[in-house]
Every structure is written in C-alpha cells, then in structure tokens.
Nanobody
C-alpha cells in the first residue's frame, strides 16, 4: 500500500526556514515523481514544486522560485522541501503526492495540477505557519 507521511512543519518567523520531509513506504519511491502542494484556508490546493523519479527534473511555482529547493534521497525513500526566506503568504497545510510517471515537455519537467488524476497517493499534510 502506497503511503506518504509529511513532517517538518511548524511555526516560524518571516524570513526563517523550514525543511519538510515526505517519507514513502509501501513502494519504491524512485519509480515515482513526487510533488509538494499547499492549501491555505479558503483557497484551492496549489502546486509548489515537484521532482522526477531520478531527481534530474524539478519544477517550482513562480511564488517560491529562488526560495524553495526540492530534493530527494531515494536510498531513504524520502523527498525534501527546503523552504527559506519564508513569508506569511507561505502559511498553509503542505502535502506531498506521488505519481507513477514522469511529466516532461521537451527538456522541461512539470507538475500536473493537484486536481488531475495523476497522483496515486497523498500524505495527510503538515502545517506551516509563518508569523511574527
């Protein structure tokens, strides 16, 4: 059974950093693309970043480019999201999801919408709150 568990959320001041982890079990994560998504109160779930199974492809939402970095350690079946220079508007529940395929348009890796049927498993989410 595919299972994803997020951790690493918390309360941080603006300008601070957090590292989220997405631990996979029940499957070999290096066969899956992994995406990070977030949902703020009253808003739709949105894509944040995603990474290809081997890690050679990544994609970021414009709102987090230059501040967030996605990476993976397939030996540990874990994907990370390093979040720096956090802003109050980054406050949300963060989710990871797994898709058993890769998404490329030419040389560019991309993340399907969270509303699509591309993702086979979702984690339960971890709360990130950025506030002074």
């Amino acid at each position: 059974q595919l299972q994803l568990v997020e951790s690493g959320g918390g309360l941080v001041q603006p300008g601070g950093s957090l590292r989220l982890s997405c631990a996979a079990s029940g499957f070999t994560s290096d066969h899956y693309s992994i995406g990070w998504f977030r949902q703020a109160p009253g808003k739709e779930r949105e894509g944040v970043s995603c990474i290809s199974p081997s890690g050679d492809g990544t994609n970021y939402a414009d709102s987090v480019k230059g501040r967030f970095t996605i990476s993976r350690d397939n030996a540990k079946n874990t994907v990370y999201l390093q979040m720096n220079s956090l802003k109050p508007e980054d406050t949300a529940v963060y989710y990871c999801a797994a898709a058993a395929q890769e998404f490329w348009v030419g040389p560019s890796f991309f993340c399907p919408s969270p509303a699509s049927n591309s993702y086979e498993s979702w984690g339960q989410g971890t709360q990130v709150t950025v506030s002074s």
